[in-house]
């Protein structure tokens, strides 16, 4: 499952229509669920009437994420699309440690990435559809002074548990400077590793024919399974050794030259509607 709560969301076509005007009239919480009895997707958009703020609470909509008692507590109730199936229950997010060091993803600082919590334990617990699960977690936060296509034409994330510890891999092409890449090793204690990448190792295409890419020691990856297929984004498990080890991971792969393309914006009402 993944939840992504959106203030200005960057892939929000309404947003880019209106020539990137009020952010705060631009929220959503994105909802993806997969499992063997099938997958559930939501991300309705909103608007600034719909959104409260506190130091520890953001509602949206109908949705809510709470910061209490050193754990983060979401709380949903969205309904998916494009078939109108309920999701509704709730999330705690328990961290095994903060931490506290934040990346700027190019020179400029307009684009930053925090992993919060790279280690953590997740209970999730929903009446709709009736499901009960506890395993690893992870979350973090991205924040942007503009679109993320005017700085990046594609990115690649992927993160994976190992032992007790996480890994995280970034690699992004930045249009006005070189490629960034960044490989991070998080205990469970919260004392993060900077590593050398290992070589790249591409996958194969989407159906969208979306390019997919991760690093592994021998420059190899497999794509064991596809969560997402979308014109511009994928998210799938792949597999790769990793400092020796084999290792799965969840790849998340962003075309933003794809996203860009005015007939591809022209799709995402059908996935992402507006109730403002």
Not at 177 to 188: G, Q
Request: proline share 8%; glycine share 6%; with cysteine.
């Amino acid at each position: 499952m993944t939840v992504i709560a959106f203030i200005g969301s960057v892939f929000s076509p309404y947003y880019a229509w209106s020539g990137w005007a009020d952010p705060f009239n631009h929220c959503a919480v994105n909802v993806a669920l997969y499992g063997p009895r099938g997958a559930r997707w939501a991300m309705t958009e909103r608007g600034r009437k719909s959104l409260k703020r506190t130091r520890d609470v953001l509602l949206i909509g109908p949705s809510s994420l709470e910061w209490r008692d050193g754990a983060l507590t979401i709380r949903i109730n969205e309904i998916a699309a494009p078939l109108p199936k309920p999701i509704r229950g709730e999330i705690v997010v328990k961290p095994l440690a903060i931490n506290t060091k934040e990346f700027t993803l190019e020179t400029k600082g307009n684009h930053t990435w925090r992993p919060i919590a790279p280690v953590a334990r997740v209970s999730l617990d929903l009446d709709a559809p009736d499901l009960r699960w506890e395993g690893h977690g992870y979350f973090d936060t991205n924040a942007g002074d503009e679109p993320l296509e005017k700085a990046f034409a594609f990115w690649t994330w992927s993160r994976a548990n190992i032992g007790d510890a996480a890994a995280i891999l970034y690699d992004a092409e930045r249009r006005r400077e070189a490629p960034l890449s960044l490989a991070l090793r998080f205990s469970a204690s919260g004392k993060m590793e900077t590593l050398d990448p290992p070589p790249l190792a591409p996958l194969p295409s989407t159906k969208w024919r979306v390019q997919r890419r991760t690093r592994a020691d021998d420059g190899v990856a497999q794509a064991l399974r596809s969560f997402e297929d979308a014109p511009f984004y994928s998210r799938s498990l792949v597999s790769g050794k990793f400092r020796g080890e084999a290792v799965n991971w969840i790849n998340e792969s962003l075309s933003l030259d794809r996203f860009a393309n005015p007939l591809v914006r022209l799709m995402l009402p059908f996935r992402m509607p507006r109730r403002a």
